[in-house]
Structure formats: structure tokens, C-alpha cells
């Protein structure tokens, strides 16, 4: 049995270093929400991934996770309808969201989306941090940055991911990371779902997010 599920809970360290960084984490499901009421109320730290549609959140979650279908993924943006738990390591939840700002999909599901995305980023005090995906090859929209002003409001941490980076090469990705670095005013870490690039990097920075270190 694995460690992480046979410890009692006094024993288990909220993150450990040695868990998170190399290789694999231990992820699983826990369940797809549409509304805040039903989201676990247990006090554990929430870690949201957010970006526009089709960025690549889910993909990047299965990547840290080592497990191809553990969240699901569509070359079709508007794959992610919902609130999607992961429990972490026993420690904490990474939750995927629904992407915003794709135009194809109907007026009025956009706006239950957006909604809900809203009141959750918004509201309550479980979200601890939050990930945002820009693909490496795009401009941030109005969209990114109204969500960066909303976290910065609620003095929130972000660590900003530049994604796809295998579809530039290196020098233009340095130079995207740079850029958003420059804009945002936070730190942005280059990552390919592909290569695993990045993975490390990412690992580590969200487990300084975790222990309160962002
Ligand atoms: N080349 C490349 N393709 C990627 C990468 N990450 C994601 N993709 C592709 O991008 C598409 C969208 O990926 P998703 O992970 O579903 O994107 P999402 O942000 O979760 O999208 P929504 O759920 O619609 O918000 C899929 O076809 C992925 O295979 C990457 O690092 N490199
Ligand atoms: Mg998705």
C-alpha cells in the first residue's frame, strides 16, 4: 500500500519535499462539482488551475500526476465543464477548471461557467493558490489579466505557467517567459505536457506555494 494512504493522520506531514519533487505525485479523483455547495468541506489547501480554453490545464495536471487519462483532455476546447478535484499526496487538492474565453461554446453555458469560476476564485478561503496557463504562443488576454486584478486583489499567489513550450524553440520560449514575467509581476515557469519540461520546476514551486513560502 502506498505511504501516503497508509499513514494515519497524525503521522502524515502536510507536503513533503522529498514526495513532491521528484517523479511522481500521488493524484486521484475525487469528483466533478457544477455548484460551490457541493465542494469538500474539509479544511485542506486548494490549488486551482486556470487559463483560457484549450491552453492545456488538464493535460499539465495529468503530466505532474504521471497519469495519461486522469483528467480529461480534447484537442476541442471546452473539454472541462466543471469543478474537478484531485486529492494530492493526501496533503491537499489541485482543482481543474473549466477554461474561459472560448467563443464557440452557447452563450448561456459560458455564462454558467463563468460563474461559477467567478464565485469560486472570488469566494471562500479554501483556495490557496492559484496556477495560471498562457500558451506560449499567444498574447494574454482581457480575460488573464481581469482574473490576475482579482487575484491580486485577494493577495492570493500565483506562479504563472507558459505552456506548449515545445512548439517554440528555446530562445523564443525564454523570451515569452521574460514577457510574462514583465507583465504579470510574478514568477513564470516554461512547460511542454510533451517533454515533461518544466515538471521539476513547476513541482517545486507549487510546493512552496503549499508551505506558505509564495
Ligand atoms: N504540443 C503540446 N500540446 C499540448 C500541450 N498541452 C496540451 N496540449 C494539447 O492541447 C489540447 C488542449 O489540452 P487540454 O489539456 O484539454 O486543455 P484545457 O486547458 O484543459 O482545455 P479546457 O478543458 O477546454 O479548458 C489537447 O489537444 C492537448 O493534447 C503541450 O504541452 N504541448
Ligand atoms: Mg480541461
Excluded at 499567444?138 to 499567489?157: F, G, I, K, N
Aim: contains cysteine; proline residues 4%; hydrophobic residues 40%.
Amino acid at each position: 500500500m502506498n505511504a501516503a494512504v497508509s499513514a494515519s493522520a497524525e503521522e502524515r506531514p502536510a507536503v513533503s519535499r522529498r514526495r513532491m519533487t521528484p517523479g511522481r505525485i500521488d493524484c486521484r479523483f475525487v469528483g466533478s462539482f457544477y455548484e460551490l455547495k457541493q465542494l469538500p468541506q474539509d479544511r485542506r489547501q486548494q490549488i486551482a488551475f486556470a487559463g483560457r480554453s484549450n491552453v492545456g490545464k488538464s493535460t499539465l495536471l495529468n503530466r505532474l500526476a504521471g497519469r495519461r487519462k486522469l483528467a480529461k483532455v480534447s484537442a476541442t476546447p471546452g473539454k472541462t465543464q466543471s469543478l474537478n478535484f484531485f486529492l494530492v499526496n493526501d496533503g491537499f487538492y489541485f482543482v481543474d477548471l473549466p477554461g474561459y474565453g472560448y467563443a464557440r461554446v452557447p452563450k448561456q453555458v459560458k455564462a454558467g461557467w463563468g460563474k461559477l469560476i467567478e464565485d469560486y476564485l472570488l469566494g471562500g478561503d479554501a483556495l490557496t493558490g492559484l496556477i495560471l496557463l498562457l500558451d506560449c504562443r499567444r498574447d494574454p488576454t482581457a480575460e488573464d489579466y481581469q482574473l490576475m486584478s482579482w487575484l491580486q486583489q485577494r493577495e492570493l499567489p500565483v506562479i504563472v505557467v507558459v505552456t506548449k513550450a515545445d512548439k517554440l524553440n528555446r530562445d523564443k520560449v525564454r523570451r515569452k517567459v521574460a514577457q510574462v514575467e514583465d507583465q504579470f509581476g510574478v514568477a513564470a515557469v516554461a512547460f511542454s505536457s510533451l517533454s515533461g519540461q518544466g515538471k521539476r520546476e513547476l513541482l517545486a514551486a507549487i510546493h512552496d506555494l503549499v508551505s506558505g513560502k509564495l
